[in-house]
């Protein structure tokens, strides 16, 4: 089975083919490339490098936020788009769940990505996987679903604090007050959603993120977006 996966989500947005669970090619974008007229040029890429084509996808996998408004926006249009022109299945992730998935660890991992204004997407995840080279996830389940919140307080969600892992980019002056809750702060390489993860996602866990109506799926923005605030008030 044949996986296109993608995830604009943040600033380096991250697209990959999977054949089954097993990776063939993935590709980061840099910042300035996760624009929709950037991303599927770069899809066309990776067909051509891959021998692949459209014809041979049959399974559609997409970060469905939170983080970036745009980024998150992009990476539905596309998903919504390709899954119409091609008919296959559409299986939408949370990017925190992407990050949890892919952050080379097991156990409790709590995934965080800067939302500014002194917050930060955060959720939590049970991990497990084969202790095998290829680290094949075997078990992932939601310890608590995504929230906007300050660090602080996702912090004091992660009780025993040594049990935890905290996968995410954040601000330099964060890290000290994270080492000092006590909870395992991950290189920033696996701070990222990547869509080789929700590869695995999809292929080892279809029920979590299966899109029943995808014509009426929506992404997880999680919190309202600035001009949406403004339009309240």
């Known amino acids: 089975m044949l996986t296109l996966a993608l995830d604009t989500s943040t600033a380096s947005g991250c697209i990959a083919l999977g054949n089954g669970s097993d990776l063939m090619l993935e590709t980061f974008l840099p910042v300035q490339a996760v624009r929709s007229e950037s991303v599927l040029p770069a899809i066309d890429r990776m067909f051509a490098e891959t021998g692949c084509g459209p014809a041979d996808i049959s399974r559609l996998v997409v970060g469905s936020g939170p983080g970036s408004f745009t980024g998150v926006r992009i990476a539905a249009a596309l998903a919504k788009g390709i899954r119409a022109a091609l008919g296959v299945e559409l299986f939408a992730y949370s990017s925190l769940a992407a990050i949890a998935a892919g952050s080379g660890v097991t156990g409790r991992v709590c995934a965080v990505i800067d939302a500014r204004r002194g917050q930060v997407y955060a959720a939590g995840y049970e991990v497990e996987a084969e202790s095998s080279g290829d680290r094949r996830l075997t078990g992932f389940s939601e310890r608590f679903p995504p929230i906007a919140e300050p660090l602080t307080e996702t912090l004091s969600r992660l009780v025993p604090a040594s049990d935890w892992s905290l996968a995410g980019a954040i601000p330099e002056p964060s890290v000290a007050t994270v080492r000092a809750a ?52």
């Open 182 to 233: 006590g909870v395992v702060l991950l290189p920033a390489s696996a701070g990222r959603p990547s869509a080789s993860a929700l590869i695995q996602l999809a292929s080892g866990f279809p029920e979590l993120g299966r899109v029943g109506d995808p014509a009426a799926w929506e992404p997880r923005y999680v919190r309202a977006s600035s001009a949406e605030r403004e339009a309240g008030a």
